[in-house]
Nanobody, 118 residues
Framework: QVHLVESGGGLVQAGGSLRLSCKHS????????MGWYRQAPGKQRDLVAG???????NYADSVKGRFTVSRDNARSTVYLQMNSLKPEETDVYYC????????????WGQGTQVTVSS
């Protein structure tokens, strides 16, 4: 069982920065990708950024050049550095771990609130 705990959310002014952390624990065998998603009330959960076990990254077009996803395997943590934040990026941000293969499964954290004031 994979356990994910997000932290680092909060209130920031437009143009400001935040760094989210996702600490993972448990059976990470077979987890080949981690990702950050965000969701506003009543809307679908959308991918913000992802990173594979090999270090490849991908980003939503809207955050390219402003957000950076990274991982520190020694600390069992995945980060999302968010710069130049916009009010419309106020959402709950979730961390996901994807297990591939015959037991394909997605694990989710509880989410962390990010509020960007104008």
């Amino acid at each position: 069982q994979v356990h994910l705990v997000e932290s680092g959310g909060g209130l920031v002014q437009a143009g400001g920065s935040l760094r989210l952390s996702c600490k993972h624990s448990g059976g990470m065998f077979g987890i080949n990708a981690m990702g950050w998603y965000r969701q506003a009330p009543g809307k679908q959960r959308d991918l913000v950024a992802g990173i594979t076990s090999g270090g490849s990254t991908n980003y939503a077009d809207s955050v390219k050049g402003r957000f950076t996803v990274s991982r520190d395997n020694a600390r069992s943590t995945v980060y999302l550095q968010m710069n130049s934040l916009k009010p419309e990026e106020t959402d709950v941000y979730y961390c996901k771990a994807h297990r591939d293969g015959p037991y394909e499964y997605d694990y989710w954290g509880q989410g962390t609130q990010v509020t960007v004031s104008s």
